[in-house]
């Protein structure tokens, strides 16, 4: 897996700062197995470059207003724009590349 | 259980919580099923979201409800702007932290679904929305949005059941609209989580005329009428037409109300209509049928009482010019307000449509008399089935409140048979039925009226010809004989006819007079001749006799002396 997460991002290469959100709420199993999706995908495909910003709604609940959260987790890309989204307990890592971008659709 | 705190109700049943929406909590019997959810269904335009609308901003404005807005279709810019024209300040309400508003929007393109995941992100946003304005009303418009948005049905269907299942558990009276599906009551069969209570509004377009219909489809644990009742939308928002009574229960009276025809009134008993009756005037084009509308107007509002003009044919400043020329200035009841003017086509709405805008005016004007002039334009709108439903349903309402309502009607034809009749059938339904006819003679046609039939009054079985001047409407004996109905000209001829007719026979009757006059005076002059002659008769008789007793004296004397003479004994 190592060298095509070197090589996929070739686009986005760059000193490009990954910031991303994941809405949760509570400590739930799936908010908790969410982030740890994330943590490891993250280590992958953007080792260094990203930075994780977790929102917990329920002590949070106006915060989800902002950012059209209806689906929990919700993970926001924010940055490199534009803004995508992507719903669900992050366990397809596939689909969460390709939500992220970081592998062609199709 | 999960009732409201304020769980009062009138029945001992269901508790329920009034929308506040004219005519809706009459026919579900007091309103929505308290701190359950109601599903609103139709298809797209049927005024779903506006019934979600009215709940929410009637519930927190006059019901002292707040209640929260949930919309998946429309932003909240578009909502505010969308019930602003009827006259409902929803900026004013969220200021006041008396409705939350809010836009939930999903686009599908942007989105990505890598798992499991709920929709707690919606929970909390109700959440804090229902606490942030201590909510008791909660609205989800087109909440069937989510389906498209997202494409695992399995997860949505779960947490809606859940959503649903956790606004009962909040207590708050819920309304969730959903669009119409095929051959389902919603797209994505909602019905199946909200089942308590679903309503089902209907749009149709009938000869190019839209109405609109509302039906409770079911209401759990409640009585509800289950008719289709017609709704209108109009510049104070829904309003839906509880036409629950049909019976024929409304009160009776026994007053009268005057006709504004003296001698038509005299017809009538000699009082005039039964207040709170129907009347129908039936004729031809141009018999005064509006004019006879007019005359009632005019003195129901010189009696102090309100009257409701209902005009689809003339605009209302037509019918003032027209009328003021016969005598009756209705421009002066409409400044104070007694007389009410409403003029409309009836292609403009579908018959339902008609009926709620006669039902609002009424409720809002209580006149004591409504006037439809004409109903026959109706027939434009609908079939004769339809019009007679609409119109039987008129009757029934005006009679339960009791305001006596006058209908003309356009007489088919003038043939025989044709002018009893009229193309609404409603003449079995009206109380008292004048019929007005055109009679054509001697080059001119002139307005007849007859009392047709008049129900618990001693009424004139005598035609009348009706005549109209700047003083107002009169009516006139007719002339009657030999199968000859006369009026106007010939009534007038006929009058002098008669008029000679009688100088003629006077004069013979004098002539006769004088003549036996004249026989009886010659008599009565022979009679004195004879009895002259019978006079003289007489004397002669009587000198005769005198002379006859002296000479019968003079001889017996002549007698004695010649006997003397002789000596004899």
Redesign the interface.
Known sequence: MKPAATESPAPDQGAECWCLRLYVAGQSPRSIQAFQNLKDLCETHLAGRYEIEIIDLIENPRLARGDQIVAVPTLVRKLPEPVRKIIGDLSNTDRVLVGLDLRPRG | MQTGPQAVSHSPGLAKCRTGICGLDEITEGGLPQGRPTLVCGAAGSGKTLLAMEFIVRGARDLDEPGVFIAFEETEGELIANVRSLGFDLDDLIAQNRVAL?Y???ERS?????????????F??L??MIEQVGARRVALDGVEA?FTA?SSEGILRAELRRLFRWLKEQGVTAVITGEQGQGTLTRHNLEEYVSDCVIFLDHRVNNQVATRRLRIVKYRGSRHGTNEYPALIDECGLSVLPISSVSLDHRVSRERVSTGIQRLDAMLGGQGYFKGSSVLVSGTAGAGKSSLAAAFADSVCRHGGRCLYWSSEESSAQILRNMSSIGFDLGRHIQSGLLHCFAIRPTLYGLENHLVRLHKLVVEQRPEAVILDPITNFAAVGDAAEVKIMLTRVIDFLKKEGITALFTSLAPGTGHGQLEHTDEGISTLTDTWLLLQMVQSAGERNRLLYVLKSRGMAHSNQVRELLFSERGIDLADVYTGAGQVYAGSDRLAQQARDQTAALAQRQAAERRRRTLQQKRSGLLARIHALQAQLDGIEEDAALAEAQELQRLAAAACAEAELAHARYAD
Do not use: H, K, Q
């Open positions: 809010d939930v929007y999903i942007e989105i990505e679904e890598t798992g499991d995941y709920g929709l707690d992100g919606l909390i946003r959440g804090c989510l997202l």
